[in-house]
């Protein structure tokens, strides 16, 4: 069957659903091109930092994802599927770490990157509830996580060049590996080994995670290296930071809904070939 024929199968409204979603995961927004100007000296990653930051910022960037996971594990409350989330309560709160950890410019990095990943993670499986997800489930909170490997397909974004269901392809062993492990162990001793490392599969899907969070991480690392300054831009750069994988969940957990619906197939294919002309977007 062609794709024209498939597509019909689709309703007008989950097409525009699919196409802003294309165009909020494949594009790099003006506030994160200001944030990657605002890094150029590090542009490429981590690999023109001192070695000593490096370390600093890989080894912060584990732990927060650790974190994370762990904050993920225990979940939100039931009961709320499809309710709005709370975006902008997020916003504040990472906001205000961004401020304080900016103040005192590399000192307060590891503190401020701790804080608003866990408020990220938290936030992004606010999302990921609203959109009809069972944030109690394995599949979900590990998809959660996923989030943070996305990023745009732009020239403005060339240091994170994979499409969207090409990253998703890419982690999907790992995540599978993860599941089965954490469904065979059990959530309290995944929680108690992670710091470890013991946990395998899901240390793996982390690192995985972590050297693509790097990139973006860096570009806040060098807006915030300095004191003072940090502080004034900290915020900002926080709320820019958290604003993007919102859109970044957003659009990843309204895919995953329609795929529910309809099929992972179906949706892919759409995805991958709806152009910009074909239908108006809904702002």
Same mark, same amino acid.
């Given at each position: 069957?062609?794709?024209?024929?498939?597509?019909?199968?689709?309703?007008?409204?989950?097409?525009?659903?699919?196409?802003?979603?294309?165009?909020?995961?494949?594009?790099?927004?003006?506030?994160?091109?200001?944030?990657?100007?605002?890094?150029?000296?590090?542009?490429?990653?981590?690999?023109?930092?001192?070695?000593?930051?490096?370390?600093?910022?890989?080894?912060?960037?584990?732990?927060?994802?650790?974190?994370?996971?762990?904050?993920?594990?225990?979940?939100?409350?039931?009961?709320?599927?499809?309710?709005?989330?709370?975006?902008?309560?997020?916003?504040?709160?990472?906001?205000?770490?961004?401020?304080?950890?900016?103040?005192?410019?590399?000192?307060?990095?590891?503190?401020?990157?701790?804080?608003?990943?866990?408020?990220?993670?938290?936030?992004?499986?606010?999302?990921?509830?609203?959109?009809?997800?069972?944030?109690?489930?394995?599949?979900?909170?590990?998809?959660?996580?996923?989030?943070? #490997?996305?990023? !745009? $397909?732009?020239?403005?974004?060339?240091? =994170?060049?994979?499409?969207?269901? /090409?990253?998703? +392809?890419? %982690?999907?062993?790992?995540?599978?590996?993860?599941?089965?492990?954490? #469904?065979?162990? !059990? $959530?309290?001793?995944?929680?108690?080994? =992670?710091?470890?490392?013991?946990? /395998?599969?899901? +240390?793996? %899907?982390?690192?995985?995670?972590?050297?693509?969070?790097?990139?973006?991480?860096?570009?806040?690392?060098?807006?915030?290296?300095?004191?003072?300054?940090?502080?004034?831009?900290?915020?900002?750069?926080?709320?820019?930071?958290?604003?993007?994988?919102?859109?970044?969940?957003?659009?990843?957990?309204?895919?995953?809904?329609?795929?529910?619906?309809?099929?992972?197939?179906?949706?892919?294919?759409?995805?991958?070939?709806?152009?910009?002309?074909?239908?108006?977007?809904?702002?």
């Amino acid at each position: 069957m062609t794709h024209l024929a498939q597509i019909d199968k689709i309703s007008l409204e989950d097409l525009v659903l699919i196409k802003k979603s294309k165009k909020d995961l494949d594009e790099v927004s003006f506030l994160m091109r200001a944030l990657n100007t605002i890094g150029t000296p590090i542009d490429s990653g981590l690999t023109l930092l001192p070695e000593k930051y490096q370390d600093k910022i890989s080894s912060t960037i584990q732990k927060a994802l650790q974190l994370s996971v762990k904050a993920n594990l225990k979940t939100l409350n039931k009961g709320r599927q499809f309710t709005p989330s709370s975006n902008i309560t997020y916003k504040v709160v990472t906001g205000l770490s961004g401020a304080t950890g900016g103040f005192f410019g590399v000192a307060g990095f590891t503190a401020d990157l701790l804080i608003s990943t866990k408020f990220m993670m938290r936030s992004i499986m606010d999302i990921a509830r609203s959109q009809g997800e069972d944030v109690h489930d394995i599949n979900t909170q590990l998809a959660c996580l996923q989030v943070f #490997a996305l990023g !745009g $397909t732009s020239e403005d974004d060339d240091e =994170l060049d994979t499409s969207y269901y /090409a990253t998703r +392809a890419a %982690l999907h062993t790992a995540m599978n590996q993860t599941s089965v492990y954490i #469904a065979e162990n !059990g $959530t309290k001793n995944i929680i108690e080994t =992670l710091a470890s490392q013991t946990a /395998a599969p899901l +240390a793996k %899907l982390i690192n995985q995670v972590a050297a693509r969070f790097s990139v973006q991480v860096s570009e806040k690392f060098a807006a915030q290296a300095i004191p003072v300054l940090g502080a004034a831009a900290g915020a900002s750069i926080n709320v820019l930071f958290i604003s993007h994988f919102q859109k970044m969940a957003t659009a990843h957990f309204t895919l995953r809904r329609l795929e529910r619906k309809y099929s992972k197939a179906l949706i892919q294919e759409t995805y991958e070939h709806i152009t910009p002309k074909q239908l108006p977007i809904s702002e």
